[in-house]
């Protein structure tokens, strides 16, 4: 069976830090990839998403990156953080582009 | 922008009771789909229905979806104090769109 792997789960970090927060998938190959964030009491927004290695799309302008340098390993980076970007990332894959999604258990980043 | 908008915000019955939530969005879709949250924790894939059926069941959950009113609703019969959780619909926005946009979803609470 497919399982997700998100962590870590919480990070406090100042701001002008570096960010990294990693996200593996196992048990299914070629997956699509994706980076969401939930502010407190809102929706989920697309951050960033990935249909294969090196292949990134960007949903939104912002001081984050992301990175797809194994076929089920994503990782989501800044290089300074800033509090706008406290919020809780949840990774999720796909296996194809119209199905479901299956959501890790979330990284909660408090930015100080 | 919000694809689908869940109404109500939030929604408080009592065990055994039935709970319905309702959901619009904007764009002709190829899917709808709901999920579940509970509080601090990933998001759950529930049920997709596809724009051409009408109802759907899993379980306790009934969904219907009226694509000429662009609405669906998520119906829990006898609900119980562990469905306590937030309830978000969510669709592609477009053709040929990757991104699955949630709405900022129903906060249930069933009270024993």
């Known amino acids: 069976s497919q399982t997700i792997h998100q962590w870590p789960a919480t990070l406090v970090q100042p701001v002008g830090s570096p960010l990294s927060l990693e996200c593996t998938v196992e048990?299914?190959?070629?997956?699509?990839l994706y980076w969401y964030r939930q502010a407190a009491g809102r929706g989920l927004q697309l951050l960033f998403y990935?249909?294969?290695?090196?292949?990134i799309s960007s949903e939104v302008p912002q001081n984050l990156s992301a990175s797809r340098p194994q076929d089920r390993q994503f990782i989501l980076s800044s290089k300074k953080l800033l509090l706008s970007d406290s919020g809780f990332y949840l990774c999720?894959?796909?296996?194809?582009?119209?199905?479901?999604?299956?959501f890790g258990e979330g990284s909660r980043l408090t930015v100080l | 922008s919000q694809q689908g908008e869940e109404d109500p915000q939030a929604l408080s019955i009592q065990e055994g009771e039935n709970a319905t939530m309702n959901c619009s969005y904007k764009?002709?879709?190829?899917?709808l789909q709901w999920y579940r949250q509970n509080s601090g924790r990933g998001l759950v894939h529930l049920i997709l229905i596809r724009s051409n059926e009408r109802e759907k069941h899993s379980g306790r959950l009934r969904v219907t979806l009226d694509t000429s009113k662009k609405s669906s609703s998520l119906l829990i019969t006898a609900s119980r104090a562990a469905d306590t959780a937030s309830y978000f619909c969510?669709?592609?926005?477009?053709?040929?769109?990757?991104?699955?946009?949630f709405g900022k979803g129903t906060k249930l609470s069933v009270i024993p």
């Open positions: 999720a894959w796909s296996e194809d582009s119209r199905g479901e999604l299956f």
């Open positions: 048990g299914t190959s070629n997956p699509n």
């Open positions: 764009t002709s879709i190829n899917n």
């Open positions: 969510a669709s592609y926005s477009g053709a040929g769109s990757y991104q699955l946009t």
């Open positions: 990935s249909v294969g290695i090196g292949q």
